[in-house]
């Protein structure tokens, strides 16, 4: 490598870890073509996560309660569209038990996710009342676009944090992937849950077809501004059912790229090794976890529906036996020289 790029290359990781992020010192990180060249930012990204973390792994188990949608979003499985996939609720008993089983597992937060469902908010409410009660863990809720007032209500049964990635902040691009959301909307209904006082959780895919760079160097600007506690992002992977399913799959090199800038533009976010990093590569969580990622994030959602819920073609973890993924999960947080903790987790990012 030249010595004028690695000069360049230092200048941008210097400029973005003291707050001046930018289009162009993003997205020409961004464009270095191999992991030899982009090291530097690895090395700054691991160096900041061990800084805040250790090599403390925080575990958030998941529940994929639901999988009706109202949404038609272009690249997923369960978009209202697909009639292929049978849809399923989990009842309350079904989602209490979960969450118990998980807890005796040693993970102390739920996150509990489903397709954009509104017609299950009152059941929800109820099960996030009792999950608090009866078990005291902490709640995120994953389950899209509401106005505040239910927000609120979410918010007043016990919820504490919420995840809704926004996807891409491209305006195009999210327009064309998501024909019948509002990309200002979608912020609006971030900055709420912000106010209103839950951990928000945001992030993107890297890799979907026609993102560009920049438009991923504009996400990575957006995080800055919304300071979410959590970011979470993954591959785009094609699903045999959707109008995508000719796209080609990401990588996970790009994605790794983009973990690590995010760890340099929040370093005390908590940046989770997603299910689509381990899918696309099976190593990909491990990958993730050793360049700057704190969380993992096992699936705890009864085996029957696994199949239901398939975001994309080939998923991890839809024929384990249930509470593999728990054992599983610690062993590759091991591989990568970290350890999980028994935390509910709270956000350092305040
Ligand atoms: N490929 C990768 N990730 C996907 N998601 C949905 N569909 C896909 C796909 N085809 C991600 C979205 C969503 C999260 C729950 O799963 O980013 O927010
Ligand atoms: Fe589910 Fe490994 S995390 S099988």
Redesign the pocket.
């Known amino acids: 490598m030249k010595n004028k790029t690695k000069e360049c290359i230092k200048e941008c990781i210097t400029e973005i870890t003291a707050g001046k992020p930018s289009v162009e010192n993003l997205t020409y990180l961004l464009s270095l073509p191999t992991r030899e060249d982009f090291k530097p930012v690895f090395d700054e990204s691991v160096r900041l996560c061990k800084k805040h973390f250790g090599n403390r792994v925080f575990v958030r188990g998941i529940i994929e309660f639901s999988n009706y949608c109202r949404k038609g979003c272009l690249y997923c499985g369960i978009n209202r569209a697909n009639k292929k996939t049978p849809r399923y609720r989990l009842t309350p008993e079904e989602m209490l038990d979960s969450a118990a089983f998980m807890k005796k597992n040693g993970a102390l937060t739920v996150v509990l996710q489903s397709g954009e469902d509104p017609g299950y908010d009152k059941t929800l409410i109820e099960i996030v009342r009792r999950i608090k009660k009866e078990l005291n863990m902490a709640i995120t809720l994953s389950v899209g676009e509401r106005e505040p007032s239910v927000y609120r209500e979410f918010l007043k049964a016990g919820a504490d944090r919420y995840l809704m990635r926004i996807e891409t902040t491209d305006p195009a691009l999210f327009k064309k992937l998501h024909p019948d959301d509002d990309l200002q909307y979608r912020k609006k209904c971030l900055y709420n849950l912000g106010k209103l006082g839950f951990e928000v959780g945001t992030g993107i895919m890297v890799g979907l077809p026609e993102q560009r760079l920049e438009s991923i160097a504009n996400d990575l600007l957006f995080f800055k501004e919304l300071n979410p506690a959590m970011v979470g992002i993954g591959p785009f992977l094609a699903h045999e059912d959707t109008v995508l399913k000719d796209f080609k799959n990401s990588d996970i090199f790009p994605t790794l790229k983009v973990l690590a800038l995010i760890r340099l533009i929040l370093p005390k976010s908590n940046l989770p090794a997603t299910t689509a990093m ?1 899918t696309i590569t099976p190593d990909g969580r491990q990958q993730a976890l050793k360049i700057g990622a704190n969380v993992i994030m ?2 705890f959602t009864p085996s029957k529906y696994r199949e239901s819920y398939k975001l994309y073609d080939n998923k ?2 839809i024929s ?1 036996e249930y509470g ?2 728990a054992a ?2 610690a062993g ?1 947080a091991m591989a990568a020289g970290k350890r999980i903790v028994r935390s509910k987790g709270y956000s350092k990012n305040k």
């Open positions: 381990g096992p699936n991890i973890c384990e593999k993924c599983c999960t590759i």
